[in-house]
T-cell receptor, first 115, second 113 residues
Framework: AQSVTQLGSHVSVSEGALVLLRCNYS??????LFWYVQYPNQGLQLLLK??????LVKGINGFEAEFKKSETSFHLTKPSAHMSDAAEYFC?????????????FGQGTTLQVKP | DAGVIQSPRHEVTEMGQEVTLRCKPI?????LFWYRQTMMRGLELLIY????????DSGMPEDRFSAKMPNASFSTLKIQPSEPRDSAVYFC???????????FGSGTRLTVV
């Protein structure tokens, strides 16, 4: 079975500061991992995905995430926050090998960016 | 591509009424998912289809909920009768081969009064 834990339901940073959103996963098989972003009143948009290739994954809008098997983590980072990054972020996991198509989402982290 | 299209964007209905939510997936995608999002429970997978066939409906909360996918370009989620606790944002998503990331629609905000 797969599960995802996002540490911190709310994260607040100043504009220009480092963004770090934490995600830990549990999976009995090698996982595929994803980060999605949701802006107010919109659907979720894929930021980046790990599918067993390079462990450091670069996504859209300057975000990146590193898959660390030893820590069962897939934290999302961005070197310098922008006001437009304020949104809710979701980490998700699926069992990569069995291709069930089923994504399990974390509870989400709301990112606030202060001027 | 126009993306995943959901209709209506907003629906307000009275308790006991039937509600039908509609979804048009991205052409060529072989998986379709219905999710519900609430503040209390976050994102919940209700049901998903592969090649128009329901694969897992274990997340459908009650018999009042039903979903169909009559063809590759259309799916419906029906609630009959609706209750206030069904109020939520319902998302449809589609993907190619399941595990490579979904594309979500903009959602339907359902309010049952």
């Amino acid at each position: 079975a797969q599960s995802v834990t996002q540490l911190g339901s709310h994260v607040s940073v100043s504009e220009g500061a480092l963004v770090l959103l934490r995600c830990n996963y549990s999976s009995s098989v090698p996982p595929y991992l994803f980060w999605y972003v949701q802006y107010p009143n919109q659907g979720l948009q894929l930021l980046l995905k790990y599918t067993s290739a390079a462990t450091l994954v670069k996504g859209i809008n300057g975000f990146e995430a590193e898959f660390k098997k030893s820590e069962t983590s897939f934290h999302l980072t961005k070197p310098s926050a922008h006001m437009s990054d304020a949104a809710e972020y979701f980490c998700a996991v699926s069992p990569g090998s069995s291709n069930t198509g089923k994504l399990i989402f974390g509870q989400g982290t709301t990112l606030q960016v202060k001027p | 591509d126009a993306g995943v299209i959901q209709s209506p964007r907003h629906e307000v209905t009275e308790m006991g009424q039937e509600v039908t939510l509609r979804c048009k997936p991205i052409s060529g995608h072989d998986y379709l998912f219905w999710y519900r999002q609430t503040m209390m429970r976050g994102l919940e997978l209700l049901i998903y289809f592969n090649n128009n066939v329901p694969i897992d409906d274990s997340g459908m909360p009650e018999d009042r909920f039903s979903a169909k996918m009559p063809n590759a370009s259309f799916s419906t989620l029906k609630i009959q009768p609706s209750e206030p606790r069904d109020s939520a944002v319902y998302f449809c998503a589609s993907s190619l081969q399941g595990n490579y990331g979904y594309t979500f629609g903009s959602g339907t905000r359902l309010t049952v009064v």
